[in-house]
C-alpha cells in the first residue's frame, strides 16, 4: 500500500537536495561519441531492461531489480516525481557502497552512463561517480536514442554481398570462418536457422541481434563485398532486416555441395549430442515432425535417439526432410559460381579469388561510369 501523503511529506525537502545534487550539470556525450570513443558504458537499466536489448560490450550495474522499478514507476504516475526519486533512494542507499566498491575495478576507465530515456537513473549514478573521483559522462537520450540510432543505420544502403548457398551440413558457416570480410548472422543471432538450431546456443533479442548487426557492418568496408551466409528471412526468431535482405536476394549467389557422409559428419560434430538436456530437446522437435514424416518415421528416428545413432539420425532427416525443402526453396535461384565445399580451405582459396575478380570488375565499372 503506498503511503501518498507520506511520500509527498518526504518528497519536498528531498527534492531541494536532489536539485542541489544535480546542479551544475555534468558531461554528456551522444550516442555516436559514446560509441566512437574507447569508453565503457554502463547500464544502469534492471536486469530485465538489459535482457530485451542493450548495447554491445556494455555492462549492467542496475540500480533497482524489476519490483523496485515498477513501484517507482507507480509512484511517479500516483504522486509525482519527487516523490517516485524519494523511493528510489529508499531503495538505493543500503547498497550506494557495494555499488562504488563493485564499480572501483574499473575507477581507471573512461566510463559513458546510460538508463532506458537519459533520465534520473543515470544521471544520479554519474554525478555520485563524479563525486567519487570517477571519470564519467552520461549518454543522452539513454537506450531509447540508441535504439533509434540502430534502426536509422539499418537504412543504409549495404555493400555488395556475396552469398553462400547450399544444403544443410554443406558448411557455410565452417567456410565463412576462413574468409575475409565476413558477416555470420547465425553467429549474430546464435542460432543455427533450423529446426534444432538453438541447441548448446542461448538465442539473442531481436534488438541485440540488430545491434550487432550494425556493429559488424561498421568494423567492415562499405565498398567491398562481403561474403554472408544465405537464409531465409528468418534466422532462430529473429528477423533479418529488410534492407539487408533486399540486398542478399541481389548479391552474387554462389552454391556450394558436398557429399551426403560429409554433410553428415559435419552436422555430428557440429552438434556434439552427448548431454540429457539436448537429447530432450531433440526428442521433443522430433515429435513434432509426425506430421511433415509420418509416425512411423518420427517414433524410428525416437528410437535411435535412445540409442545415440546420431549419424542415422542426422541421415534420415537429410534424405527425407531438409534436402527436399532446400530443393524446392532454390529452384528459382540464379548461381554465379557453383563450388565444392569438400575441402573447406581450397573452396576459401577459390572465393577469395572470385571476390578479387568482383572488386575489380567492380572498380572498373566505377571508373567508367564517371
Known amino acids: 500500500m503506498i503511503d501518498n501523503d507520506s511520500l509527498t511529506a518526504q518528497a519536498k525537502p528531498f527534492s531541494k537536495r536532489m536539485e542541489d545534487f544535480l546542479k551544475g550539470g555534468f558531461p554528456a556525450l551522444s550516442v555516436e561519441e559514446a560509441l566512437a570513443e574507447s569508453m565503457l558504458l554502463l547500464d544502469v537499466r534492471t536486469a530485465e531492461e538489459f535482457a530485451k536489448g542493450s548495447i554491445p560490450g556494455a555492462r549492467s550495474f542496475p540500480l533497482f531489480d524489476d519490483l523496485e522499478r515498477a513501484e517507482i514507476g507507480t509512484i511517479y504516475k500516483q504522486v509525482g516525481r519527487d516523490a517516485a526519486v524519494v523511493k528510489g533512494l529508499e531503495f538505493f542507499e543500503p547498497r550506494l557502497q557495494q555499488f562504488l566498491l563493485t564499480l572501483s575495478a574499473i575507477k581507471s576507465q573512461?566510463?559513458?552512463?546510460?538508463?532506458?530515456?537519459?533520465?534520473?537513473?543515470?544521471?544520479?549514478?554519474?554525478?555520485?561517480?563524479?563525486?567519487?573521483?570517477?571519470?564519467?559522462?552520461?549518454?543522452?537520450?539513454?537506450?531509447?536514442?540508441?535504439?533509434?540510432?540502430?534502426?536509422?543505420?539499418?537504412?543504409?544502403?549495404?555493400?555488395?554481398?556475396?552469398?553462400?548457398?547450399?544444403?544443410?551440413?554443406?558448411?557455410?558457416?565452417?567456410?565463412?570462418?576462413?574468409?575475409?570480410?565476413?558477416?555470420?548472422?547465425?553467429?549474430?543471432?546464435?542460432?543455427?536457422?533450423?529446426?534444432?538450431?538453438?541447441?548448446?546456443?542461448?538465442?539473442?533479442?531481436?534488438?541485440?541481434?540488430?545491434?550487432?548487426?550494425?556493429?559488424?557492418?561498421?568494423?567492415?568496408?562499405?565498398?567491398?563485398?562481403?561474403?554472408?551466409?544465405?537464409?531465409?528471412?528468418?534466422?532462430?526468431?529473429?528477423?533479418?532486416?529488410?534492407?539487408?535482405?533486399?540486398?542478399?536476394?541481389?548479391?552474387?549467389?554462389?552454391?556450394?555441395?558436398?557429399?551426403?557422409?560429409?554433410?553428415?559428419?559435419?552436422?555430428?560434430?557440429?552438434?556434439?549430442?552427448?548431454?540429457?538436456?539436448?537429447?530432450?530437446?531433440?526428442?521433443?522437435?522430433?515429435?513434432?515432425?509426425?506430421?511433415?514424416?509420418g509416425k512411423v518415421k518420427v517414433e524410428q528416428l525416437r528410437l535411435w535417439l535412445k540409442q545415440g545413432e546420431i549419424e542415422n539420425i542426422v541421415h534420415m532427416l537429410l534424405v527425407d526432410y531438409y534436402d527436399p525443402r532446400y530443393q524446392h526453396a532454390m529452384s528459382g535461384y540464379d548461381f554465379v559460381l557453383e563450388l565444392s565445399a569438400e575441402d573447406l580451405s581450397q573452396a576459401a582459396e577459390e572465393l577469395i579469388t572470385f571476390r578479387n575478380q568482383m572488386i575489380e570488375s567492380y572498380c572498373q565499372q566505377s571508373v567508367s561510369n564517371g
Open 110 to 293: 573512461q566510463l559513458v552512463v546510460y538508463c532506458a530515456r537519459g533520465g534520473m537513473r543515470s544521471a544520479s549514478v554519474v554525478r555520485l561517480l563524479q563525486e567519487n573521483g570517477f571519470s564519467v559522462s552520461q549518454m543522452q537520450g539513454g537506450y531509447k536514442y540508441y535504439r533509434q540510432f540502430v534502426l536509422r543505420q539499418l537504412e543504409n544502403p549495404v555493400p555488395p554481398l556475396i552469398v553462400l548457398h547450399g544444403k544443410t551440413g554443406v558448411g557455410k558457416t565452417l567456410l565463412l570462418e576462413k574468409l575475409p570480410d565476413h558477416l555470420d548472422l547465425e553467429g549474430l543471432a546464435q542460432h543455427r536457422s533450423s529446426l534444432f538450431g538453438a541447441i548448446h546456443k542461448i538465442p539473442r533479442t531481436q534488438k541485440d541481434f540488430e545491434a550487432l548487426l550494425v556493429q559488424k557492418l561498421s568494423e567492415l568496408p562499405e565498398d567491398l563485398f562481403l561474403f554472408v551466409e544465405g537464409e531465409s528471412r528468418k534466422v532462430g526468431q529473429v528477423f533479418i532486416p529488410q534492407t539487408f535482405a533486399n540486398a542478399m536476394k541481389s548479391g552474387k549467389l554462389v552454391l556450394l555441395s558436398a557429399e551426403l557422409e560429409t554433410r553428415i559428419s559435419r552436422i555430428v560434430e557440429e552438434y556434439n549430442i552427448c548431454d540429457a538436456q539436448s537429447i530432450q530437446q531433440i526428442d521433443s522437435i522430433l515429435q513434432s515432425l509426425k506430421v511433415a514424416l
